[in-house]
């Protein structure tokens, strides 16, 4: 389980580079006075935080006092000694934890499925019997290095791939806990889908892409029908094309279907 400071500098840098997109993974580093090769490998979990480093990382974070002691019992709770101090902080973690355990798996689950990405470098991932590495997923996907590995290592804690040697295997292609999606990151990613969609009508060759469009009256019952076709189209889109999971070369596609009332919403 990832501890929860690293959840923590993982959200802080993930808000950074939101609000400056210039922003790097170097960037944060330096802001907490530290090397970026240290940081990744804080990040990896190949390598823990010292009491006194975090100590100097909560006053550069600016981290409210609920946060504080949170991140600072994260830390001593990971150290393995046995000291007083140190199983009373391990206790504290445990309590939270069980508190919060839900709460913290549904935030990564929502960002797993509101950015498209996260599903694309599964798929492109599942391709390859020695995995992805996040400069490959950020190549393939035009996305930043940060980006791209943010995102692994979010799909690791989610137990959708696995870390080896720097490369990211699948290890499932549908999330833990993705009954309990919750419906605004379904309507984001089909906003970031449609965006997708619509670069690509610019953008991608004709023979790249298929785009079709029709306009006509429905009743309700119609309506609902269409909306079973629908379902039931790509189902059998599914099975024919992707029988089993993917784990075949080739290039990651989007299927996007709609179908909506192009009248006002109150009519």
């Not at 190949?46 to 830390?75: C, I, N, W």
């Not at 870390?163 to 309990?180: A, I, N």
């Not at 309507?187 to 991608?204: G, P, S, V, W, Y």
Request: neutral net charge; contains cysteine.
């Amino acid at each position: 389980m990832t501890p929860r400071y690293v959840e923590i500098l993982l959200l802080e840098l993930e808000n950074r580079m939101k609000a400056e997109p210039s922003y790097t993974q170097s960037s944060f580093a330096r802001d907490l006075h530290m090397s970026r090769s240290t940081l990744s490998e804080i990040l990896s979990l190949k390598h823990g935080l010292s009491y006194r480093m975090a100590r100097k990382v909560v006053k550069e974070l600016k981290l409210t006092e609920p946060q504080e002691l949170e991140f600072l019992d994260s830390v001593l709770a990971q150290l393995g000694q046995k000291s007083r101090v140190s199983l009373a902080a391990k206790k504290r973690q445990e309590k939270r934890e069980m508190e919060s355990t839900k709460r913290e798996l549904s935030e990564d689950i929502f960002s797993v499925i509101a950015n498209w990405y996260h599903l694309a470098i599964v798929e492109k991932a599942s391709q390859f019997p020695n995995g992805i590495t996040a400069s490959e997923a950020a190549d393939t996907f035009e996305l930043s290095f940060q980006t791209a590995e943010i995102a692994l290592l979010r799909l690791q804690r989610v137990g959708m791939v696995r870390e080896l040697s720097g490369r990211y295997h699948v290890q499932t292609r549908r999330s833990k806990s993705s009954d309990e999606i919750p419906s605004e990151a379904v309507r984001q990613f089909h906003r970031e889908i449609n965006q997708r969609a619509m670069q690509a009508l610019d953008e991608t060759d004709v023979d790249q892409r298929e785009f079709g469009s029709v306009v006509l009256s429905l009743n309700e019952n119609q309506l609902l029908e269409a909306k079973a076709m629908l379902k039931d189209f790509r189902k059998s889109f599914l099975e024919r094309l992707d029988p089993g999971g993917s784990q075949q070369a080739g290039k990651v596609c989007a299927l996007n279907l709609s179908l909506f009332s192009l009248e006002r919403p109150d009519r």
